[in-house]
Structures are given as structure tokens and as C-alpha cells.
């Protein structure tokens, strides 16, 4: 028997199979597997390519998926149906229980991810609260696309003038190979919503943070605060005091000590999701 | 000769055709003109539509084409050689500089659009000043566009639970045919990125916001604060104390009161643009 644990997020997939006994098969990994924003095709290939890279082109007996996008019985009905075939026996599930579950083996948390998009849950060992997490449009508040997105506005606002133009302007300019507003524009609609593109700007605001760019400072507070005030709502309506990181945006130590600091303030403890095994 | 003046905007395209003599032809409406929303090809299929409505048929000698989207020299580029044939000379130009012509004939001024997008220009006899009009992702702040978004936002805060829910959660519900969260989602990600129908949630905001719901009221100060803001720097910038209000944003009382209010604390009139011919 072939065993695999997906996670489908919203920049790669990574899967890992064992056998029944506990033998380690590999790992796989590959693209976004976040149907919302690189279209249900892509994203199935994108988890069956990582799966059959993790079991060395076996078919699982077993695979959970947990998966980034997963957010309405919609979703569900769609992956349910798309993804039934990888394996003899398929189980899916939102990124972000698999990810609590993880930590907690399924005790009482919460579990902070941010990455390309955000979301929060808490779950008290027997109910589960979930906020944010409704994608890049609708919600994500402190995500990556969410700090991108905003990042590019301020751009903007950078370039014609109305606001004054720091370190932030040139690193994204760079970053996009853009000379200006004309460049920015042709970028921004010419070839289609980038999701995962703009999500990477975060990276930039990080650096332009560290060498002490105010406004870039500015935007990884405000990101702060917006998930931390999530965590602080699941915190007070389940009780739990305890909550964890996870997901790129916490690769910046900036954005992380304001979380946690943002946290403690409230009495609640963040501390760093464990790696994966 | 037959001469056109054509509006393609966001929402609607319009055109007007006159002989050289002054005798007016006809008018012909279609679907919405700017590329960045609805791709080429609708665009160009959608002014052309409008033009020979306009014409009765008769290819025009010269089309006049004010255009939302021109926004960077790339879309000069594509949209004149995409317009090129729709007349025997085409003359295209952006929107905002039409619009502030058709208002002033040439004499300073500034012209607030606020639409789908939004764009602020100010011209002062020689130099003409841009602000804002990079499109729905990169800036248009207090458009239709941005209300409408910032609109969906605050919903899934209220569904989910992070804020109190009002009267604009039910309306924009009712509007959307949705029951909850879960046909938000399908909405907003199963289908692509619908920007003409998330602007037209302004106009629930407005409803909401006169029944005296306070978070839309917020919202629409919000939204007006933001494009005064350019109007103020653009005023400045240029020595211009008038401004014209044109686009589907000022049909709505409670947002052009917000904005002639904002204005006069600086100084600055806000006038309603005339009507077309």
C-alpha cells in the first residue's frame, strides 16, 4: 500500500509518500495546485505531477490532498470529481486543517497561514472557525497578493506623483523589468491577472523593509495587523490562546515579529509551524 | 463627409455622427470600449458597433475616438493600429482629455471621471496633468470598480463573521442571486474576473448608503476622499481651482455631495460636466 500527503498551496504542490509499514517512497514537487487561480487544469496536472513524482510513478493506494483554494461546497463538488482518479481512495481537505492538524494532531490551535492568498482557523476539538481565505479578490487580508497588490497601487501613485517616491519604486521597477508607468500598465493587463506574480512582489517589499524603506515598513504593518486582528477574532470566540505560523509570508522576519508581536499584546502566543517531517 | 465623435468607456460605448455641415445623423450605443477589461477584440467590435449604428451604415471619414484604457504608450500602440480601419482617418485620444475638452474648449480645467475606473486630469492651457487611470488593478481609486470591490470585502467579513453585518451584506447578496459565502466564491472565481458587474455594485452601495446604512456611507466617503485627494493635487499642481464631475459615479447624490463638499474646503469648485450634444 502507497500513502501520500498532498499540499496543493498557491505557488507549488508537494507530495509525500510512504508505505503503509512507514517506508519513505520521495518526495514530489511542482506548480501552484490553487484551482482559483491557475484554472482547475493546471492545477490537477500540477498535483498529479507531484504525486506520481513522490511515488516513482506508482499509483497511490491512499492520497490526502490538502488543498489551498478548497473554500465552498463548489470547490469541493469541482476538486472532488477532478481529482478523484489520482489515487484508488482520495481525501481532500482545506490546506489549512491538514496544516492545524499537523502542529496539533488534533488538539485545540489556530493556525495562521500566509501565503499567495491567507486564511485563519481555529479549531477548539470540536468546532472549527475559519475567516479570510475567500481568495485573492474577495479576501485574504496580509497574504503576499494582498501586499503585492497594494505595493503595486502605491506604485503607482509613485510614478504620477502623488505620492513620494522611495527605494520601494525602483526594487518593483526592477523586479518587472518596467521603466515607468507605460511599462507597469502594458505588464499589469496586457497578458493577463498574475496572481502569483504580484504575490512575489511581497519578497520586494521585504528587502526595500529591511533597508529601511518607511512605506514598505508601513505596508507589512498594516498586513500585520489585518491577519492578526483574524487571529484575534478565532482567538476570543474559541478561547484558544495559542496559535501557529505557516506559509511563506513568514519567511520575512519583519512581518513575523510584527505578528507576533501584535499577538502577545493580546495574550496570544505565536509560535513557528514545525516542519514538514 | 461624415465626421464621428466616439465615447468608449467602461460600461458603454457612444458615438454621434454629424456631416461636415453641422447635421447631426444619428447616435449608436454598445457594450463596453476599453480593452483592458474586455479584451480587443469585444473593444473593437463594440466601437465599431456603435460607430456604424451612429452612421446609419456609412463608413465614416473621420472617427474621433475617446478611449478609457489608453493608458500607457502600448495601448496607444495596439489600439491604433486595432482602429485604424473604422474610418478613413481615426483620430483616438484618452477619454479624460476628450471629456475635459468637450467642457472647457480648450480653456483650463480639470476633469474628475469616475466610472467603472476613474482618471483625474487637469489641463492648463499647455500642460496636461494624469493621475490615477492605470485601470482596476493598479489604481482608479473612488471608481465604480474600486466601491464595488471593496464592497465584496467587507461582505465576506460580514458572512464570515469579523464584521458586524448590515443591510449591505442582504443587497448585495439579493443582487449577486447568491444565498451565502459558498456562492460568493463561485461567483467570484468560477467564471473569471467580472469587472463591469463588480463595479455595478456601486449602485447597491448607493441604495444601501441612502437607507442610512452607515457602512456604505462609509464607503462612498472613503471612495470620495480618495479621487478628491487628486483632484486637490492636481489643483495644486497646476493652479486650478475648477473641476467638471463626469461618469456614472455622480449619478449617485450622496457620492458627488461628498466630493463638491471635500473640494470647497479646499477651495476648489466641482461643477457637473454638461451633457453631451
Redesign the interface.
Known sequence: MILVGVDAGGTSTISIAYTCEGKFIGIGESGPGNF?NVGLENAVNNIRDAIYKSTKGLKPDVACIGLA?L?????YE?LSSALKDLAKDTIIEHDSFISLYAETRGKPGIIIISGTGSVVMGYDGKRR????G??W???DEGSAYWIG?KA??L???ML???EEKTLLADLILQKLSASG??????W???EG?KIEEIASLAQIVDIAANKGDKKAQELFYLAAKEIS??VI?ISK?LGIKTAYMSGGMFSSKLFKSYVVDLLKKEGIIALDKKKSP
Do not use: E, F, M, P
Not at 472557525?129 to 479570510?132: A, D, F, K, S, T
Not at 508607468?181 to 502594458?186: A, E, H, N, P, R
Open positions: 482559483h483554494g473554500d465552498s461546497k463548489y470547490d469541482v472557525l475559519r475567516v479570510g475567500a481568495g479578490l474577495l479576501s497588490r503595486l497601487r506604485l503607482v501613485k504620477d506623483g502623488r508607468l507605460d511599462d507597469l500598465i502594458k499589469a493587463y496586457h491577472h486582528n483574524d477574532y470566540k
